[in-house]
């Protein structure tokens, strides 16, 4: 089977994400299923398959299309419902099974959706998922002589207790608020946490695909304004956000303010560093000079590398880092879990360094990492077909004046400070992040990149900071 309209621009760096109606069709879905099976033969693969999927309207259409797929290829596969994506990471552990597929958009519009395509406790990313497309574009697909069977399973209630198991009492009797933005971490978001002995105070737990109240994205400061309102009426210990999945945490700390990813990995690594003397941490190119500063000045060393879950998981496996993090929120633990990215975990993991210090709040806590003036991650409309074109010329020019690191896109070095511009894996966006010593410098790094971007004939476009 040929599809005539297989988009090869869904198929991205480490996922296949697109238009649900238009690119992601019933036969498109099926396509990329009955690739994705032959893929895993082609690897050895033996076992059932788990398959879960978020709370978007498309979300159950596109899992039965994905479903009938990969029986052909005469995979057995179980069906988990309505999960998080560390859910279905966790699965493919408990069950002990070499592949399996999480639908979601993430914190994409809510017209758009994606697959997650699982191999040995991994995702395929890079070439891996270029080959799954050419695959699909071949239609030579693996043929079973028996159809797989599709089973149900709920894993619920063993994902949280194995969560809970991670963690002891905490001494502090915490009051949190809890954001599911109607995504699928609503499900078990309070659960969780009044396992772990918490007060609390939950919003917008149904999950819905119109996603009624705001969009389930906690990288952008606008949607954690109900939940800042929240933690300052409720006089609450901290606010915690999920994204679509939740496998990305935003945080509110007790007096309102956003502690965006990079400040968090700070904190998080000066916990670890206690435990890991000397460990190498790896920081994508959107990050605080905060964090650099931070594992210096507490024994560790670091590196510079790719935005991305699948790049920077993959290169922690590398270097067998203990930890890692992305400046968007998705918080990869491996000192005392699995290494994947799981924002409840994250979540309990900040409680335990909260409750290590009874008399501070966390906003005094917080308060230990350097806090610059920089911008928030804007991001600026460019086509997927056009985006790294744009991209390698602006670094081409940039290089030939200023000390830049090209390890992703290009972040410009400025005597006091940095700006990034790079294209995105998982949107036809160019973006940019900026930050500077002090205000006055940062001003002057945002307007040489803005010139720099405005020169590519882009949009202009309004920075925050």
């Known amino acids: 089977m040929r599809v005539q309209n297989l988009s090869t621009n869904i198929f991205r760096e480490y996922d296949i994400r697109g238009n649900a109606e238009n690119e992601l069709n019933n036969p498109v879905v099926e396509l990329i299923a009955q690739a994705y099976g032959t893929w895993l033969k082609n690897h050895g693969v033996k076992s059932e398959i788990a398959i879960g999927g978020d709370a978007r309207l498309s979300t159950e259409r596109i899992r039965n299309a994905f479903m009938n797929g990969l029986v052909k290829t005469g995979f057995d596969v179980i069906n988990l419902g309505l999960i998080t994506t560390p859910m279905l990471y966790w699965s493919m552990i408990d069950l002990n099974l070499d592949a399996g597929v999480m639908i979601t958009g993430s914190h994409n519009p809510a017209e758009m959706n994606g697959l997650k395509l699982g191999f040995n406790r991994g995702v395929l990313w890079g070439e891996q998922i270029q080959e799954v497309l050419r695959i699909a574009q071949s ?21 949280l207790d194995m969560l809970a198991g991670k963690f002891t009492p905490f001494k502090r009797k915490f009051k949190i608020i809890t954001d599911s933005g109607n995504g699928a971490a609503g499900s078990n978001a309070r659960k969780f946490f009044e396992r772990l002995g918490c007060k609390c105070v939950g919003l917008f737990e149904t999950p819905d695909g119109h996603f009624p109240n705001h969009h389930p994205d906690p990288q ?20 915690f956000a999920f994204d679509g999945d939740a496998d990305r945490i935003g945080v509110v700390d007790n007096q309102g303010n956003v502690i965006f990813g990079d400040r968090l990995m700070a904190l998080y690594w000066r916990e670890i560093l206690q435990n890991h003397p000397g460990a190498t941490a790896i920081i994508e190119p959107k990050c605080s000079m905060c964090v650099a500063e931070t594992v210096e000045k507490f024994g560790g060393k670091y590196i510079y590398w790719k935005s991305g879950h699948s790049l920077i998981k993959a290169k922690m496996r590398e270097l067998k880092v203990p930890f890692a993090g992305e400046y968007s929120g998705h918080m990869f633990f491996a000192d005392e879990f699995f290494g994947h990215d799981d924002a409840f975990y994250a979540a309990a993991r900040l409680l335990r360094i909260m409750d290590a210090y ?3 709040s966390l906003f005094e806590i917080i308060s230990e990492i350097p806090l610059y ?20 010329r602006i670094k081409n020019a940039a290089l030939k004046d200023h000390e830049c690191s090209v390890i992703d896109g290009v972040r410009i070095i400025y005597p006091d ?23 006055e410098s940062l001003e002057r790094i945002m307007s040489d990149i803005r010139q720099r971007v405005l020169a590519e004939k882009l949009p202009d476009f309004k920075w925050t900071f």
Request: proline share 5%; charged share 35%; aromatic share 4%.
């Open 139 to 159: 239609g030579n697909f693996s043929k079973s002589e028996q159809v797989g069977k599709i089973s149900q399973r709920d894993i619920n209630q063993k994902y």
């Open 220 to 239: 952008k400061r606008e949607n954690l304004q109900l939940l800042i309102d929240r933690v300052l009426h409720e006089k609450a210990d901290v606010g």
């Open 358 to 360: 009874p008399e501070k």
């Open 373 to 392: 003036p920089s911008t928030e991650e804007i991001r600026v409309p460019c086509d997927d077909s056009k985006k790294f074109a744009v991209i390698e």
């Open 417 to 439: 400070g940095w700006g990034l511009i790079r294209a995105s894996n998982t949107q036809p966006v160019i973006t940019l992040r900026c930050e500077g010593r002090d205000k």
